[in-house]
């Protein structure tokens, strides 16, 4: 006589039998180029890769950003299933756009997803989205409804991200207020509120951090006396080129003058818009510290040690804040108002006399910095990539 125990042992493989052949699994084209893209998908796909009975994940990277997307790829175990390897020597939006346009055209006909993923701002993302509008196949836009509501800046980011979302079928919005916008411009169906998966990859990355253990980080910083007050800075953006980068170096100056027991850490982008003003007039100064751009880990560890951050990066508005990292804006409008609002970050322009005045009143008032460093950071709890899946679990394609 056979067994119960057999029996339902049967029963059980012949129900997974049954389910995987009526039930098909939701194929995802996840589209990206650069690294901050690839720091918020990371998370994402890691969890999309876990439930193999609901969906079968693709990755496509167009390698807008070569190098510093490599990094992040390696750091997070992610290994691209197409790479169009775009990037060239002084290329322009006119070449992003058009050799990520052209090369994903081959990549769609071959993968044919059910799903295309793109992400943020990004050229990579717009070439994505109208990509899969191209084939009639259906778009998500991960990081849906920020606005500046000024195209020219962050330029071309404000108006790649509108057009992203203008193209897409289903959004997902990091907060209430982008939700809202979406909902301002008629967008208003398969739209969900679920967080910033940039801190799901905050989370992973410093666990990551902290299983490998802080000798290297020390090793690798050790022109830096962590015990002192560091301050982080970063910058990059094309609407800053020209005077406004030079008045940020400038403020700077004055800053690390003026506070020598302070260390000013600036891992210093590869354009040579930014390269020239800043070693041109900040590599004589004693205590600020001009380094090569970091790596994912090295730079949220940084982060995680400073005493505050002067940035133009729109992640770093995001993940300082979960840290508690006072953030200072280096922007004159910036799309995530929310952090504004709730105190996290502070929007202090391209003003030489501002940044100082601003920066000099975290160093020196204690109680204007706690203010800052225990607001609330609206960007959410780490769970966004989970909300995610249980959404795309449910969705009917049809």
């Not at 992610?78 to 756009?97: E, K, N, S, V």
């Not at 989370?203 to 982080?232: H, P, W």
């Not at 170096?249 to 506070?259: R, V, Y």
């Not at 953030?327 to 004159?332: A, D, F, G, K, T």
Request: charge should be negative; proline fraction near 4%.
């Amino acid at each position: 006589m056979v067994k119960q125990e057999t029996i339902n042992t049967l029963v059980l493989i012949l129900f997974t039998i049954y389910f995987n052949f009526i039930v098909k699994t939701l194929k995802i084209l996840f589209i990206f180029g650069t690294r901050p893209e690839a720091i918020k998908f990371a998370p994402l796909i890691k969890a999309c890769k876990k439930r193999t009975n609901l969906f079968q994940v693709l990755t496509c990277v167009t390698a807008q950003h070569r190098e510093m997307l490599d990094q992040v790829l390696s750091f997070f175990a992610i290994t691209p299933d197409f790479d169009l390897d775009i990037m060239m020597a002084g290329q322009g939006l006119f070449d992003i756009t058009s050799r990520s346009l052209t090369g994903l055209e081959k990549i769609l006909a071959e993968a044919s997803p059910d799903l295309i993923f793109v992400q943020g701002d990004t050229t990579t993302a717009f070439a994505g989205a109208l990509a899969g509008y191209y084939k009639k196949i259906k778009v998500c836009h991960l990081e849906a409804g920020l606005r500046s509501s000024n195209k020219y800046s962050p330029y071309p980011e404000e108006m790649n991200r509108v057009l992203a979302d203008h193209i897409a079928d289903y959004h997902f919005a990091p907060t209430d207020k982008a939700a809202e916008n979406l909902y301002k411009e008629g967008i208003t169906k398969n739209v969900w509120m679920v967080g910033n998966t940039v801190i799901d990859a905050l989370f992973l990355g410093m666990s990551m951090i902290e299983k490998r253990g802080e000798a290297e980080f020390l090793r690798y910083f050790n022109f830096l006396d962590v015990s002192k007050r560091i301050i982080l800075i970063t910058g990059h953006r094309r609407e800053s080129f020209g005077k406004p980068f030079e008045n940020i170096c400038l403020a700077l100056k004055e800053i690390a003058s003026s506070h020598p027991d302070t260390e000013i850490v600036y891992p210093v982008h590869l354009n040579p818009n930014v390269q020239k003003p800043v070693y041109r007039i900040l590599k004589d100064c004693a205590n600020i510290h001009l380094i090569e751009p970091l790596d994912y880990p090295h730079l949220i560890w940084l982060m995680n040690k400073c005493f505050m951050v002067l940035t133009d990066s729109g992640g770093i508005q995001e993940e300082a804040p979960t840290l508690g990292k006072p953030v200072l804006v280096m922007r004159e409008v910036t799309e995530r108002t929310e952090g504004i609002e709730a105190g996290t970050a502070r929007l202090v322009g391209t003003s030489k006399e501002t940044i100082i005045r601003e920066t000099n009143v975290l160093l020196n008032d204690a109680t204007a910095y706690q203010s800052m460093a225990n607001a609330v950071n609206p960007y959410g709890d780490g769970t966004a990539s989970e909300k995610i899946v249980e959404i795309l679990a449910e969705l009917d394609l049809g």
